[in-house]
């Protein structure tokens, strides 16, 4: 059964306090990893794609990168504006569906 | 190019009464998702539409959810009777147009409608 675990939770960071947010998958084939960004009383915002391990995407103060079993999204320096729910998930290969299959999720709160 | 737009955004009701959802979708595209959140969780799929028919429902509680998708537009997403476990956030998506080489579609959410059951 495919399956996406994320952690940690929730994580709490003093402004300029880098960290890295952790993503483990396990998919039948995988067409491609997503992370998203959600902020209270808003749909899932569109971060990065990955597909192919070793890949690495930058926006900002985000990286994304890839192997074949995890995802992580390094912020570097965050400020509070980066304070939100970051989801991780999974579109996997094979089938009608397009389906993602959504992990739980890290709350992110970043102190001034 | 427009973005997903859902109705109502909040709406509270009471244990075994109904209530239905609207979701039009980014124009032209043929997929519909409708996804379930629960406080603290991922999004759930409990449908997906391609055009008028339904692609996947294997989620779907069928016994209290409906939806339709009349004229491959639009989207109802409908409930009856509502449990007290059916209090979650409501979210439709559709495919935003971006694909990498590997055929993965990015999917873009409405603001999704917040139900509350008493």
Do not use: M
């Not at chain 1, 570097?76 to 389906?99: F, I």
């Not at chain 2, 779907?60 to 979650?88: C, H, M, N, W």
């Amino acid at each position: 059964e495919d399956q996406v675990t994320q952690s940690p939770e929730a994580l709490r960071l003093q402004e300029g306090e880098s960290s890295s947010l952790n993503c483990s998958y396990t998919v039948s084939g995988l067409r491609g990893l997503f992370w998203y960004r959600q902020d209270p009383g808003k749909g899932p915002e569109f971060l990065f794609t990955l597909y192919s391990a070793g890949e690495e995407k930058e926006k900002e103060r985000l990286k994304a990168t890839l192997t074949k079993k995890e995802s992580f999204l390094h912020i570097t320096a965050p400020k509070p504006e980066d304070s939100a729910t970051y989801l991780c998930a999974v579109q996997a290969n094979g089938g009608a569906t397009n389906k993602l299959i959504f992990g739980t999720g890290t709350l992110l709160a970043v102190q001034p | 190019e427009a973005g997903v737009a859902q109705s109502p955004r909040y709406k509270i009701i009471e244990k075994r009464q109904s209530v239905a959802f609207w979701c039009n979708p980014i124009s032209g595209h043929a997929t519909l998702y409708w996804y379930q959140q629960i406080l603290g969780q991922g999004p759930k799929l409990l449908i997906q539409f391609q055009n008028n028919g339904v692609v996947d429902d294997s989620q779907l509680p069928k016994d209290r959810f409906s939806a339709e998708r009349l004229k491959g537009v639009d989207s109802t997403l409908k409930i009856q009777p509502a449990k007290l476990e059916d209090s979650a956030v409501y979210l439709c998506a559709s495919p935003s147009g971006l694909v990498t080489p590997s055929g993965a579609n990015v999917l873009t959410f409405g603001a999704g409608s917040r139900l509350t059951v008493l």
